[in-house]
């Protein structure tokens, strides 16, 4: 059974930082393409970042340059560092896999998180 496991979220100010984490179980996260998706309030799921099992990132442009993802292999492990935290940044932020070593669109996903929330606000 495959079980990804989000953590990290909270509330923090603009300009704050935050790791979010995503533990994998029943799969081997270096061997699928993971991504992070958000959802905001009255927004569809997008994409933020995903990395292949090639270790080739891609982002959604209005997060590059403030958010980061990687992968802990001896963890199982996904992260997404995120910094320069804007209000507009709030989502409850979702992490998936999907086996393959390409980019893929929310629909091809094959497992997801629960999510966790991330809020910016003063």
């Known amino acids: 059974q495959v079980q990804l496991v989000e953590s990290g979220g909270g509330l923090v100010q603009p300009g704050g930082s935050l790791r979010l984490s995503c533990v994998a179980s029943?799969?081997?996260?270096?061997?699928?393409?993971m991504g992070w998706y958000r959802q905001g309030p009255g927004n569809p799921r997008e994409l933020v970042a995903d990395?292949?099992?090639?270790?080739?990132?891609n982002y959604l442009g209005s997060v590059k340059g403030r958010f980061t993802i990687s992968r802990d292999n001896a963890k199982n492990t996904v992260y997404l560092q995120i910094n320069s935290l804007k209000p507009e940044d709030t989502a409850v932020y979702y992490c998936?896999?999907?086996?393959?070593?390409?980019?893929?669109?929310?629909?091809?996903?094959?497992?997801w998180g629960q999510g966790t929330q991330v809020t910016v606000s003063s």
């Open positions: 998936a896999a999907r086996s393959g070593g390409y980019h893929y669109t929310a629909y091809e996903y094959d497992y």
């Open positions: 029943g799969i081997i996260v270096s061997s699928y393409t």
């Open positions: 990395i292949t099992s090639a270790g080739n990132t």
